[in-house]
């Protein structure tokens, strides 16, 4: 548990909410993923540490953004090569 704690901590960028430049510009509040692309406040996305997987939310936290387990494990969907997207029934055209 601590393990995955830290990991958590350790892909939220460091931030301060309600906070302004000098220049008066706020200062911006998001997360990142594994890859480093920017995910916004309140966006969910399936994360996997030390071989778990569970969907988790970038929220603030003492005004730091962080990743906040919100459901066990991931939403997938998968098709395979062979299957059709909606089956088709035949109808009858004499209603």
């Known amino acids: 548990m601590i ?3 830290f990991a958590l901590v350790l892909t939220a960028v460091p931030a301060s909410a309600d906070i302004t430049y000098p220049s008066g510009k706020s200062v911006e509040c998001y997360c990142t993923d594994r890859a480093g692309a920017r995910i916004e406040l309140g966006e969910t996305i399936c994360m996997q540490v ?3 997987m569970f969907m988790a939310q970038c929220q603030m936290s003492l ?3 962080m990743w906040r387990e919100v459901e066990q494990g991931c939403l997938s969907s998968s098709l395979d090569r062979g299957d059709q997207l909606l089956q088709s029934v035949p109808v009858d055209t004499h209603i």
Request: aromatic share 0%; charged share 35%.
């Open 3 to 5: 393990r995955l704690l």
């Open 50 to 52: 030390d071989g778990r």
């Open 63 to 65: 005004n730091v953004p």
